[in-house]
């Protein structure tokens, strides 16, 4: 099946400074990815939808400032966490979307732990 | 809006005894109903999904899950677990079949026992 590289899988960052997530969609090309966050024992929880060539939305109650996503080309969308403090501390997992006919239709990076001290 | 709830953060079971992980769902319009797996270190993997049609739905390594409208459930169920069946298991509603905008629940951790 179609394979979703996040990078890196676990970062530890003093609190105030900016965290880079990759998500890379190896061997497709995806026009939206998602990201996602979840806070132990919570679902995963959409952030938001991150569309190649345009402005990432948003879900209600995300601040956009804060997590800046960018989606430059077919095959990478990026989430940087800016200014991080210990409460964004969390599991972010990204997931790309397969537009090909028929079959699984989204596919997810193994997620990278976020730990603000 | 939809949610889903799975009953049970952990499941354990005994190898070859019968896995029945619970999801149940709320949606304002049909849903569709998706099954996930999650391995140590890996990205979550499609088991399997309901979008219309058949209501009993079979999927990868043995797994299936039914649909029963009128218990607003999706329960997943395995006959006989394996030891390599350990890891944990997510239940997710979308409004399209693709699932490109999922709901999730909190996840089921399966252990299997000897």
């Known amino acids: 099946g179609a394979v979703v590289s996040q990078h890196p899988s676990r970062v530890i960052c003093k609190s105030g400074t900016s965290v880079k997530i990759e998500c890379r969609s190896l061997d497709f090309q995806a026009t939206t990815m998602f990201w996602y966050r979840q806070f132990p024992k919570q679902s995963l929880m959409l952030m938001a939808t991150?569309?190649?060539?345009?402005?990432?939305?948003?879900e209600q109650g995300v601040e956009k400032d804060k997590f800046l996503i960018n989606h430059a080309s077919l095959t990478l969308s990026t989430l940087t966490v800016t200014s991080a403090h210990p409460e964004d501390s969390s599991f972010y997992i990204c997931?790309?979307?397969?537009?090909?006919?028929?079959?699984?239709?989204?596919?997810f990076g193994s997620g990278t732990q976020l730990s603000v001290l | 809006a939809q949610s889903v709830t799975q009953l049970g953060s952990h499941v354990s079971v005994s190898e070859g005894a019968l896995v029945l992980l619970r999801c149940n769902y709320s949606s304002s319009v049909p849903p569709y109903l998706f099954w996930y797996v999650q391995y140590p270190n890996q990205g979550l993997q499609l088991l399997l999904k309901y979008t219309t049609g058949a209501t009993l739905v079979k999927g990868i390594n043995g797994f299936e899950a039914e649909f029963k409208k009128s218990e607003t459930s999706f329960h997943l169920t395995k006959p006989s677990a394996h030891m390599s069946d350990a890891a944990e298991y997510f239940c997710?509603?979308?409004?399209?079949?693709?699932?490109?905008?999922?709901?999730f629940g909190t996840g089921t951790q399966l252990k299997v026992e000897l």
């Open positions: 991150s569309n190649e060539g345009s402005k990432a939305t948003y």
């Open positions: 997931s790309a979307f397969h537009p090909g006919e028929g079959g699984e239709k989204l596919f």
């Open positions: 997710a509603v979308s409004l399209t079949g693709g699932g490109n905008k999922l709901t």
